[in-house]
């Protein structure tokens, strides 16, 4: 039996599925309705909203199947979330990843799976929208884009829980999202070992582009300035917006010498922005580093506070120069 791996950016997915307080709460009918109607439509035994949780898979919806979770080591949808289409098995017997596998040998006796990764918005792969059953099955093409659009179906229920926690601006988080995420990703950083690092980072002279050019050009310019953020910092990075000026990014899995090196990838594709947008003005920026060590973690309050101050002395010290 092959069990799944684990995504890069597992950090980032784990935190995005815990901040939306969706896993162990009772069914749904916004959830229901999509699984009874993908198990009438295929005509199979079972359809599943599968979530991949750090150790299982949980089911937010099953219609057709007892069981609430399983482990996620010998779950289908743990592969299927490692991929961007729909991950088809049609006979799992003939399939030597999964022909061994306990959920192949004994209950529920998969032979077919058809699994469509569900996004947040942030682009991680939260599980499925998944269909069972105990024969082999065809599936083809318009089966693949008929389960695709049941799958938007529960990606926008799961994004209308998100909404509360992303800035509407910039589309990146916001201070509420922010603190959820960074408090799952520091936690588990802890558990693995591995090391963080907060940048936070403040938008030079944004009064005068609101002064000079309106506060409509202030906002092409703050969800510009985010956009290059996003593209320049890794996937398992978590990008927001404090409010206002203000931005922090949270880099798990990297030290404060690494951060650094990121940070300037940020500043030279900030620079190759401000020269193909000639908007009158130049996007820059200060910002403060503070590293997470988890032999001695610091809180995020702490971090925060850390990385503002050494923002701030930055920003008088290229006001002095």
Same mark, same amino acid.
């Given at each position: 039996?092959?069990?799944?791996?684990?995504?890069?950016? =597992?950090?980032?997915r784990l935190a995005t599925l815990k901040s939306l307080d969706v896993?162990?709460?009772?069914? =749904?009918?916004?959830?229901?309705?999509? @699984?009874?109607?993908?198990?009438?439509?295929?005509?199979?035994?079972?359809?599943?909203?599968?979530?991949?949780?750090?150790?299982?898979?949980?089911?937010?919806?099953?219609?057709?199947?007892?069981?609430?979770? @399983? !482990?996620? +080591?010998?779950? %289908?949808?743990?592969?299927?979330?490692?991929?961007?289409?729909?991950? *088809?098995?049609?006979?799992?017997?003939?399939?030597?990843? %999964?022909?061994?596998?306990? #959920?192949?040998?004994?209950?529920?006796?998969?032979?077919?799976?058809?699994?469509?990764?569900?996004?947040?918005? +942030?682009?991680?792969?939260?599980?499925? #929208?998944?269909?069972?059953?105990?024969?082999?099955?065809? %599936?083809?093409?318009?089966? =693949?884009?008929? #389960?695709?659009?049941?799958?938007?179906?529960? =990606?926008?229920?799961?994004?209308?829980?998100?909404?509360?926690?992303?800035?509407?601006?910039?589309?990146?988080? +916001?201070?509420?999202?922010?603190?959820?995420?960074? $408090?799952?990703?520091?936690?588990?950083?802890?558990?693995?070992?591995?090391?963080?690092?907060?940048?936070?980072?403040?938008?030079?002279?944004?009064? !005068?582009? +609101?002064? @000079?050019?309106?506060?409509?050009?202030?906002?092409?310019?703050?969800?510009?300035?985010?956009?290059?953020?996003?593209?320049?910092?890794?996937?398992?990075? *978590?990008?927001?917006? *404090?409010?206002?000026?203000?931005?922090?990014?949270?880099?798990?899995?990297?030290?404060?010498?690494?951060?650094?090196?990121?940070?300037?990838?940020?500043? $030279?594709? *900030?620079? $190759?922005?401000?020269?193909?947008?000639?908007?009158?003005?130049?996007?820059?920026?200060?910002?403060? #580093?503070?590293?997470?060590?988890? @032999?001695a973690p610091l809180s995020l309050e702490a971090l925060l506070v850390?990385?503002?101050?050494?923002?701030?002395?930055?920003?008088?010290?290229?006001?002095?120069h």
């Amino acid at each position: 039996m092959e069990q799944p791996g684990i995504p890069h950016n =597992e950090g980032v997915r784990l935190a995005t599925l815990k901040s939306l307080d969706v896993l162990d709460t009772p069914p =749904e009918e916004r959830f229901d309705r999509v @699984t009874r109607m993908a198990r009438r439509m295929f005509r199979v035994q079972t359809a599943l909203v599968s979530l991949v949780d750090e150790n299982r898979q949980w089911f937010k919806s099953r219609a057709g199947l007892d069981a609430c979770e @399983t !482990p996620r +080591n010998i779950s %289908f949808c743990g592969h299927a979330i490692l991929g961007d289409d729909v991950f *088809l098995i049609r006979n799992a017997l003939a399939d030597q990843r %999964f022909a061994d596998n306990p #959920l192949v040998t004994g209950p529920p006796n998969i032979r077919f799976y058809a699994g469509a990764p569900l996004r947040a918005a +942030n682009g991680a792969k939260l599980g499925t #929208l998944c269909l069972l059953d105990s024969e082999p099955r065809e %599936f083809d093409r318009e089966d =693949e884009v008929a #389960l695709r659009d049941l799958a938007s179906m529960v =990606e926008d229920e799961l994004s209308a829980v998100q909404t509360a926690t992303t800035d509407e601006l910039t589309r990146i988080s +916001n201070r509420r999202g922010f603190l959820q995420l960074a $408090d799952y990703g520091l936690n588990f950083c802890m558990r693995h070992h591995q090391p963080a690092t907060l940048a936070f980072i403040d938008l030079d002279r944004f009064k !005068p582009i +609101n002064d @000079t050019y309106g506060h409509a050009e202030g906002d092409i310019a703050l969800a510009a300035f985010a956009e290059v953020m996003c593209s320049s910092f890794r996937s398992t990075d *978590l990008c927001a917006r *404090l409010g206002g000026d203000e931005f922090v990014v949270l880099l798990t899995g990297a030290n404060r010498h690494e951060a650094e090196v990121v940070i300037h990838k940020f500043r $030279d594709l *900030l620079h $190759d922005y401000n020269a193909r947008a000639n908007r009158g003005y130049a996007l820059e920026f200060s910002y403060g #580093l503070e590293e997470f060590q988890p @032999t001695a973690p610091l809180s995020l309050e702490a971090l925060l506070v850390a990385g503002d101050t050494q923002m701030y002395a930055a920003k008088q010290a290229k006001r002095r120069h």
